[in-house]
């Protein structure tokens, strides 16, 4: 127990001395002037504006509306991946006629559907959540399919044993047994959510991060850029670590097991 807290100690240790390594040799580039302030700030006048965009509300503003898109679209995607994939999953038939479809629409980047999301339903937020939901949909759609279609088939011979109805058999051991591969691609999906977002929000001028880089950027607003793009790598790792726990927690269940 201890040698794998020292590991986890050490493992954080170094992490942390990497960051400050490339933060160091960040404000050793600014400093030497071989690149323009105007385009390269010092770490030190990133962090300074991150501080002044948070006290003012500004940056707190875009961050709230680029989670927002972040989150709907994601939480949308899931609902349908869980909903389709448990029923395509199940259902060899179903399998079979879905697959030319979704291995269709699947390789298609979600940035092509922006102009038709675009047409139908304009600058809104409703186009962004439309186009994340799409980008976000299909590695949690094929996950789910995975998890559902590799359910060992001596568990419906227990459920049929049990007398257990379709649904209490989803509930009590199929969902169970496919939720590792589930959240698995909820986890990856997250990620996609991030950078979706910031796309929809530079091209269709909606209130988030990736308007408010845009905007810095032809204002040649160096610090403030940097300030929203250190918001968004703080965003992709704190969503992606509450997955992670969730992942863990929800799954707990199988270490005891084991």
Avoid at 45 to 64: H, Y
Avoid at 89 to 101: D, E, I
Avoid at 110 to 134: H, Y
Avoid at 199 to 209: R, V, Y
């Amino acid at each position: 127990m201890r040698s794998v807290i020292a590991f986890t100690w050490a493992g954080r240790a170094a992490s942390f001395a990497v960051a400050a390594v490339v933060i160091w040799i960040w404000q050793m580039v600014a400093n030497s002037g071989a690149i323009s302030p105007l385009f390269l700030p010092g770490p030190d006048k990133a962090w300074a504006s991150l501080q002044r965009g948070i006290t003012s509300g500004t940056l707190l503003r875009q961050t709230f509306g680029t989670l927002q898109h972040m989150f709907f679209g994601w939480l949308v995607a899931s609902v349908l991946a869980i909903v389709l994939g448990s029923l395509i999953g199940m259902y060899p038939a179903a399998r079979r006629a879905v697959t030319p479809l979704v291995e269709f629409l699947r390789p298609l980047p979600a940035s092509a559907v922006i102009p038709l999301a675009i047409a139908f339903m304009g600058l809104s937020n409703g186009m962004a959540t439309f186009v994340i939901a799409f980008g976000t949909l299909w590695p949690m759609l094929l996950s789910t399919i995975h998890g559902f279609s590799s359910v060992d088939p001596r568990l419906y011979e227990v459920a049929r044993v049990l007398n257990m109805g379709r649904i209490e058999t989803i509930r009590k051991i199929v969902l169970p047994s496919a939720s590792p591969d589930i959240l698995a691609g909820m986890r990856i999906s997250v990620t996609a959510a991030l950078i979706l977002s910031v796309i929809c929000e530079m091209i269709a001028g909606l209130d988030g991060l990736g308007h408010y880089i845009m905007v810095s950027a032809r204002l040649y607003r160096s610090p403030d850029l940097f300030a929203g793009v250190m918001m968004l790598g703080a965003i992709g790792y704190l969503s992606s670590l509450l997955v992670t726990l969730a992942e863990a927690r929800l799954l707990d269940w199988q270490r005891r097991g084991h």
